[in-house]
C-alpha cells in the first residue's frame, strides 16, 4: 500500500504536464502568439527536467543545474501562459469597446 500513493502521484504529475501540453500546443494553433509559444516552450522544457529525472535517478547530485533549470521552466510557462491571457483579454476589451 506504500508504493500505490506515490505511483499514483507520479502518473498524475505526467498526465498533467502532457495535458497542459497539449493546451499550450492548442493555444498556439489557435493564435500564434509568441506567449503561447513562451508557455509552450516552458512546458516542453519542464518535461524535458522531468524526463532527465526519470531516467537519471540522482539527476540532482549529477546535474545540479537541473534545481534551477526545472524551476526557470515552470516560471517561463506561467509567464507565457498570463501574457497569453493578459493579450486575449486586452483584445476582448478592445473588440467590444470597452474603455481601459
Not at 7 to 31: E, K, P, Q
Not at 48 to 57: K, R, S, V
Not at 61 to 66: A, D, N, R, W
Request: hydrophobic letters at 60%; charged letters at 10%; a neutral charge.
Amino acid at each position: 500500500m506504500n508504493g500505490f500513493p506515490l505511483d499514483f502521484a507520479n502518473i498524475a504529475s505526467w498526465l498533467t504536464s502532457f495535458v497542459v501540453l497539449a493546451a499550450c500546443v492548442m493555444l498556439w494553433a489557435h493564435r500564434k502568439n509568441v506567449w503561447a509559444l513562451l508557455a509552450l516552450g516552458g512546458e516542453a522544457a519542464v518535461i524535458g527536467c522531468h524526463l532527465f529525472l526519470l531516467l537519471t535517478p540522482n539527476a540532482f547530485s549529477e546535474f545540479p543545474p537541473l534545481r534551477v533549470l526545472w524551476p526557470a521552466a515552470g516560471l517561463m510557462f506561467a509567464v507565457g501562459l498570463a501574457g497569453y491571457a493578459w493579450n486575449e483579454l486586452a483584445t476582448a476589451r478592445r473588440d467590444s469597446g470597452i474603455v481601459q
